[in-house]
């Protein structure tokens, strides 16, 4: 560290940062009930919570975004009141979203000085910028071109250019959004490194994320938020994965769901050769190969954006294919509509459920027959059986535990974890012969997970052939038999569940070909 | 996550607020007609007309004797016909434009069946008509829904189209092939068909012009409430227009489906055309414009049902109002001597608050969606999100 109190970007340390006691309601809910939080100069707190939990209310708190209704936050001592995001950025605090805030066509340093004021006045000075961008990139390690666009660049060195944005600009502090969630193990270790090195140069890290191991990997405290209150800030020496969910839930949880031996049967979706276009009708697909058998959860691992969605969609024939054969239980179903693959007992939990899983506006019993409305029982000579479409509705919401105000409810209103409940419902409750859940617990709390882990394990048992396509490494690695790792639409190695580790999927991840892992 | 929530007291005000709102959505249709009158009171005023004695006319015209009453049921039942076409299209997110042509052409066929049947018993012959003003309408909003579906032709701009098109057929063949062989022989030519027999006329509910028309009106709203909630093609056509992905997703075909709304939406403007002709005009007759014949209620059907918030039972009152509105105005106008234009702006003044208060709605529905998602949000799903 420095001794002048200042950073190597020559801007000032924040030595100590409070926020005590921040309340912070919206009308109905109260998002933050007095709570403490506090992070210091190197090192990495990080911020744990379930969905609802509290964490971003309080982070927007902090980055000017909302204001407190009570509490206060002090910097380096002295009481600040942060007004918005422009003033957090002129003390010091840089926040990196979820989702990057870049402009695709700009680059790099275009990118970074955007919205600055330049230092020859109305011309730009984009060739001195480059030369800090250069110099801080060198310092840090986060390699980039400061003439590459945005869309050149792959996420991980997205991510790069937020994190310069922010130093650029003088960040003492950085807020991390889930800085994680896109990555691969191989970027998320060296993404470590780079943290590691700035919280060694007197920067403060505030780190969001559900991963555990993570949290335990880099962090140096905790801080668990529950129902907007704070539950406890501990240093994270002696945390274990189980300690930190038990904290953030308020009971104990499995992490790792049981597995019963279940008999491998036939196969039930055979994938040859197939070959597809993405919306962009680029190449997404190309040559797929893989079998789903009865009883097994086929786990497909792969970096966001690889053809997973486009795979999903050509299985349950919502996309043509441009080559090669789809089978189910050894028929060819090529090209054949969605509703003829739903007659033949396929199931989709589909990636965005709220955009294709969910009509919003339409009523939970209305969602909950989307698949079989034209079928007995509930309908009959083109008129719906209102009356047993309700009883199938009631039934469902108790035995998948909805929660919802009644049947009748619009979906729009119910929560993330809900919808995929109904979602779920639906087409659990069909008895499928072949499963294809994408995503299935993206957004949801610990919580919503492990019951839809459970429904999934359950599926598998009574026989279904599964195919599980996931971001998540650690839930591929805890619910698959099997793991394909699928990348520039084509499936890299089928590993078995013992022989996968996350760094041999890493590997395949990235691209890297199975002969040589 | 849900039942952990802090649920700090959702207190009564919040209740009051939303039913306030939700009042306040269901009044803005009668405020915006209130506004146009408030306006057409300014333009009665520099006509140098008083506003008061004007809009006394106006409802003493609606509503002052059993004639008033029966006329603007006359009015209003073609409105409340392709007011129900238009529930079936914007609940299945298509936008129907296409009344006027889809009920010249329902009238047109209605009326060949009439004029080549004269031998046959009403009975049969009226049912007949009205089925072939029905089919009339379905082919002139489903060739749109075929453009649309198939080509991607936006409907707006077809059934516009469709309705010049239907004018000229329907000014070729009242000056050609179908019109009046008495007019041939007069020489004057006045492009009009032959009348209808007497038997074929709709039956009169009451010695006014009201007919049977309305009745049948009345049944088909409760007919369409049926379809759109009771039925799977209803379902599959409200499935489409709110989110065709999820309905593809469902099994749906989804461009048939957009076919089927604007079929069905012409359809009932056709048989609109058809109850015209056989309930009030006992023959077809053009001033060269589409109006001459519908009265433009093929545009003021499309209010009548935004006005009813879309909802075929809600439709039925709000054509009676709409119908009223009408009659009254022609009341208005004799009275008090204004120019008839006046009566065209005041019409087309209800016309544009109406369809803006209709838009201003959604808006803010939509921003009490976002801002209640955005509360949500905060306090419930703020870490998750999509990775």
Same mark, same amino acid.
């Given at each position: 560290m420095s001794d002048n109190g200042n950073l190597p970007s020559g801007k000032p340390r924040i030595d100590h940062l409070e926020m005590r006691g921040i309340t912070k309601r919206f009308p109905g809910v109260l998002a933050n009930d007095r709570v403490d939080f506090d992070v210091r100069a190197g090192e990495v707190h990080a911020l744990l919570g379930e969905n609802g939990a509290g964490k971003s209310t309080l982070m927007k708190v902090l980055y000017g975004m909302y204001q407190p209704d009570e509490g206060e936050i002090r910097l380096n001592g002295e009481r600040v009141e942060i007004k918005s995001p422009v003033d957090a950025i002129n003390k010091g605090i840089g926040m990196i979203h979820q989702h990057f805030m870049l402009v695709e066509s700009l680059t790099v340093v275009e990118n970074v000085v955007l919205g600055l004021p330049s230092s020859r006045g109305p011309l730009t000075d984009l060739d001195r910028a480059s030369k800090r961008i250069r110099e801080l990139a060198d310092f840090y390690g986060l390699q980039v071109d400061p003439d590459a666009y945005i869309w050149q660049l792959a996420v991980g060195q997205k991510q790069r250019v937020e994190i310069i944005k922010a130093l650029y600009r003088g960040a003492a502090l950085l807020i991390l959004d889930e800085p994680t969630a896109v990555l691969t193990p191989q970027e998320v270790n060296e993404f470590f490194d780079t943290m590691r090195h700035m919280?060694?140069?007197?920067?403060?890290?505030?780190?969001?994320?559900?991963?555990?191991?993570?949290?335990?990997d880099i962090s140096d405290r905790v801080t668990v938020l529950r129902d907007g209150r704070l539950i406890d800030t501990c240093s994270i020496e002696g945390c274990t994965k189980s300690s930190l969910a038990e904290m953030m839930v308020g009971r104990e949880v499995i992490m790792k769901p049981y597995r019963a031996e279940v008999e491998r049967g036939a196969v039930r979706?055979?994938?040859?050769?197939?070959?597809?276009?993405?919306?962009?009708?680029?190449?997404?697909?190309?040559?797929?190969? +893989?079998?789903?058998? @009865? &009883?097994?959860?086929?786990? +497909?691992?792969?970096? @966001? &954006?690889?053809?997973q969605r486009e795979l999903a969609e050509v299985i349950t024939g919502l996309r043509q294919t441009t080559g090669g054969q789809i089978l189910l239980e050894g028929e060819s179903v090529t090209g054949r509509p969605p509703g003829e693959l739903t007659a033949r007992m396929l199931a989709y939990i589909p990636e965005e459920r709220m955009k294709d899983g969910m009509i919003q506006a339409f009523t939970v019993a209305e969602n909950l027959i989307l698949r079989d409305h034209h079928k007995e029982p509930f309908s009959r000579s083109g008129f719906l059986l209102?009356?047993?479409?309700?009883?199938?509705?009631?039934?469902?919401?108790?035995?998948?535990?909805?929660?919802?105000?009644?049947r009748e409810t619009p979906a729009k209103s119910l929560s993330g974890g809900n919808i995929q409940k109904v979602v779920l419902a639906r087409e659990l409750s069909r008895q499928p012969r072949v499963l294809i859940a994408a995503q299935p617990t993206r957004g949801l709390d610990i919580g919503a997970m492990e019951y839809v882990h459970a429904r999934l394990l359950e599926q598998r048992q009574a026989g279904t052939a599964i195919l599980l396509i996931s971001e998540d490494l650690d839930e591929v690695l805890a619910l698959s038999d099997r793991i394909a790792v699928i990348f520039e639409g084509r499936i890299m190695g089928i590993l078995d569940c013992a022989e996968a580790t996350p760094e041999r999927l890493g590997l395949l991840m990235a691209g890297v070909e199975s002969e040589t892992v | 996550m849900e039942d952990r929530l802090p649920k700090a007291e959702v207190s009564a005000l919040d209740t009051l607020r939303a039913n306030a709102s939700k009042i306040a959505d269901a009044l803005l249709p009668v405020l915006a007609v209130l506004a146009a009158l408030a306006i057409g009171a300014i333009i009665l005023l520099m006509l140098g007309a008083n506003p008061v004695a004007a809009y006394g006319a106006l409802l003493e015209g609606a509503f002052g004797s059993g004639n008033a009453v029966a006329e603007t049921i006359v009015k209003a039942t073609p409105l409340l016909l392709v007011g129900l076409g238009i529930c079936i299209a914007f609940r299945g997110n298509v936008i129907n434009i296409g009344g006027e042509g889809q009920m010249v052409v329902g009238a047109l066929l209605a009326t060949l069946v009439g004029l080549r049947l004269t031998s046959w018993p009403g009975w049969v012959v009226v049912p007949l008509a009205m089925l072939a003003g029905f089919v009339g309408g379905a082919i002139w909003g489903g060739i749109p829904g075929i453009l649309k579906a198939y080509f991607r032709v936006n409907e707006i701009l077809s059934t516009v189209m469709m309705n010049a098109i239907a004018v000229q057929a329907m000014n070729y063949l009242l000056r050609g092939p179908m019109i009046d062989p008495a007019q041939m022989e007069l020489a004057s030519r006045i492009p009009q068909t032959a009348a209808l027999p007497e038997a074929f006329r709709l039956p009169r509910l009451a010695p006014t012009r009201l007919h049977l028309g309305a009745f049948i009106a009345v049944v088909l709203a409760v007919g369409v409430y049926i379809l759109l909630w009771r039925t799977t093609l209803g379902y599959r056509i409200r499935a489409v227009g709110q989110n065709p992905?999820?309905?593809?997703?469902?099994?749906?075909?989804?461009?048939?489906?957009?076919?089927?709304?604007?079929?069905?939406?012409?359809?009932?403007?056709?048989?609109?055309?058809?109850?015209?002709?056989?309930?009030?005009?006992?023959?077809?007759?053009?001033?060269?414009?589409?109006?001459?014949f519908t009265g433009s209620a093929g545009f003021n059907g499309i209010v009548a049902a935004l006005f009813g918030q879309l909802h075929p039972i809600g439709a039925i009152p709000a054509s009676f109002l709409f119908g009223a509105l009408l009659v009254g105005a022609n009341k208005l106008q004799r009275m008090m001597q204004v120019p008839s234009a006046f009566i065209t702006s005041l019409n087309g003044l209800v016309v544009v608050f109406v369809v803006s208060s209709d838009i201003w709605r959604r808006q803010r529905q939509k921003r009490r969606l976002a801002a209640a998602q955005r509360a949500a949000e905060a306090a419930v799903a703020d870490s998750g999100g999509p990775a």
């Amino acid at each position: 560290m420095s001794d002048n109190g200042n950073l190597p970007s020559g801007k000032p340390r924040i030595d100590h940062l409070e926020m005590r006691g921040i309340t912070k309601r919206f009308p109905g809910v109260l998002a933050n009930d007095r709570v403490d939080f506090d992070v210091r100069a190197g090192e990495v707190h990080a911020l744990l919570g379930e969905n609802g939990a509290g964490k971003s209310t309080l982070m927007k708190v902090l980055y000017g975004m909302y204001q407190p209704d009570e509490g206060e936050i002090r910097l380096n001592g002295e009481r600040v009141e942060i007004k918005s995001p422009v003033d957090a950025i002129n003390k010091g605090i840089g926040m990196i979203h979820q989702h990057f805030m870049l402009v695709e066509s700009l680059t790099v340093v275009e990118n970074v000085v955007l919205g600055l004021p330049s230092s020859r006045g109305p011309l730009t000075d984009l060739d001195r910028a480059s030369k800090r961008i250069r110099e801080l990139a060198d310092f840090y390690g986060l390699q980039v071109d400061p003439d590459a666009y945005i869309w050149q660049l792959a996420v991980g060195q997205k991510q790069r250019v937020e994190i310069i944005k922010a130093l650029y600009r003088g960040a003492a502090l950085l807020i991390l959004d889930e800085p994680t969630a896109v990555l691969t193990p191989q970027e998320v270790n060296e993404f470590f490194d780079t943290m590691r090195h700035m919280v060694k140069d007197g920067h403060a890290i505030i780190f969001i994320s559900h991963k555990l191991h993570e949290v335990i990997d880099i962090s140096d405290r905790v801080t668990v938020l529950r129902d907007g209150r704070l539950i406890d800030t501990c240093s994270i020496e002696g945390c274990t994965k189980s300690s930190l969910a038990e904290m953030m839930v308020g009971r104990e949880v499995i992490m790792k769901p049981y597995r019963a031996e279940v008999e491998r049967g036939a196969v039930r979706l055979a994938l040859q050769n197939v070959h597809a276009l993405s919306d962009r009708e680029t190449p997404a697909l190309r040559g797929v190969n +893989l079998e789903v058998h @009865s &009883g097994e959860i086929l786990g +497909l691992a792969g970096v @966001s &954006g690889n053809g997973q969605r486009e795979l999903a969609e050509v299985i349950t024939g919502l996309r043509q294919t441009t080559g090669g054969q789809i089978l189910l239980e050894g028929e060819s179903v090529t090209g054949r509509p969605p509703g003829e693959l739903t007659a033949r007992m396929l199931a989709y939990i589909p990636e965005e459920r709220m955009k294709d899983g969910m009509i919003q506006a339409f009523t939970v019993a209305e969602n909950l027959i989307l698949r079989d409305h034209h079928k007995e029982p509930f309908s009959r000579s083109g008129f719906l059986l209102l009356r047993i479409i309700a009883e199938f509705a009631d039934k469902l919401i108790e035995r998948f535990k909805v929660k919802t105000p009644s049947r009748e409810t619009p979906a729009k209103s119910l929560s993330g974890g809900n919808i995929q409940k109904v979602v779920l419902a639906r087409e659990l409750s069909r008895q499928p012969r072949v499963l294809i859940a994408a995503q299935p617990t993206r957004g949801l709390d610990i919580g919503a997970m492990e019951y839809v882990h459970a429904r999934l394990l359950e599926q598998r048992q009574a026989g279904t052939a599964i195919l599980l396509i996931s971001e998540d490494l650690d839930e591929v690695l805890a619910l698959s038999d099997r793991i394909a790792v699928i990348f520039e639409g084509r499936i890299m190695g089928i590993l078995d569940c013992a022989e996968a580790t996350p760094e041999r999927l890493g590997l395949l991840m990235a691209g890297v070909e199975s002969e040589t892992v | 996550m849900e039942d952990r929530l802090p649920k700090a007291e959702v207190s009564a005000l919040d209740t009051l607020r939303a039913n306030a709102s939700k009042i306040a959505d269901a009044l803005l249709p009668v405020l915006a007609v209130l506004a146009a009158l408030a306006i057409g009171a300014i333009i009665l005023l520099m006509l140098g007309a008083n506003p008061v004695a004007a809009y006394g006319a106006l409802l003493e015209g609606a509503f002052g004797s059993g004639n008033a009453v029966a006329e603007t049921i006359v009015k209003a039942t073609p409105l409340l016909l392709v007011g129900l076409g238009i529930c079936i299209a914007f609940r299945g997110n298509v936008i129907n434009i296409g009344g006027e042509g889809q009920m010249v052409v329902g009238a047109l066929l209605a009326t060949l069946v009439g004029l080549r049947l004269t031998s046959w018993p009403g009975w049969v012959v009226v049912p007949l008509a009205m089925l072939a003003g029905f089919v009339g309408g379905a082919i002139w909003g489903g060739i749109p829904g075929i453009l649309k579906a198939y080509f991607r032709v936006n409907e707006i701009l077809s059934t516009v189209m469709m309705n010049a098109i239907a004018v000229q057929a329907m000014n070729y063949l009242l000056r050609g092939p179908m019109i009046d062989p008495a007019q041939m022989e007069l020489a004057s030519r006045i492009p009009q068909t032959a009348a209808l027999p007497e038997a074929f006329r709709l039956p009169r509910l009451a010695p006014t012009r009201l007919h049977l028309g309305a009745f049948i009106a009345v049944v088909l709203a409760v007919g369409v409430y049926i379809l759109l909630w009771r039925t799977t093609l209803g379902y599959r056509i409200r499935a489409v227009g709110q989110n065709p992905d999820a309905s593809r997703y469902g099994g749906i075909r989804v461009r048939h489906h957009v076919v089927v709304a604007l079929l069905l939406s012409g359809a009932f403007a056709g048989l609109a055309g058809a109850t015209q002709v056989f309930g009030v005009n006992y023959r077809m007759i053009t001033d060269g414009s589409a109006t001459g014949f519908t009265g433009s209620a093929g545009f003021n059907g499309i209010v009548a049902a935004l006005f009813g918030q879309l909802h075929p039972i809600g439709a039925i009152p709000a054509s009676f109002l709409f119908g009223a509105l009408l009659v009254g105005a022609n009341k208005l106008q004799r009275m008090m001597q204004v120019p008839s234009a006046f009566i065209t702006s005041l019409n087309g003044l209800v016309v544009v608050f109406v369809v803006s208060s209709d838009i201003w709605r959604r808006q803010r529905q939509k921003r009490r969606l976002a801002a209640a998602q955005r509360a949500a949000e905060a306090a419930v799903a703020d870490s998750g999100g999509p990775a």
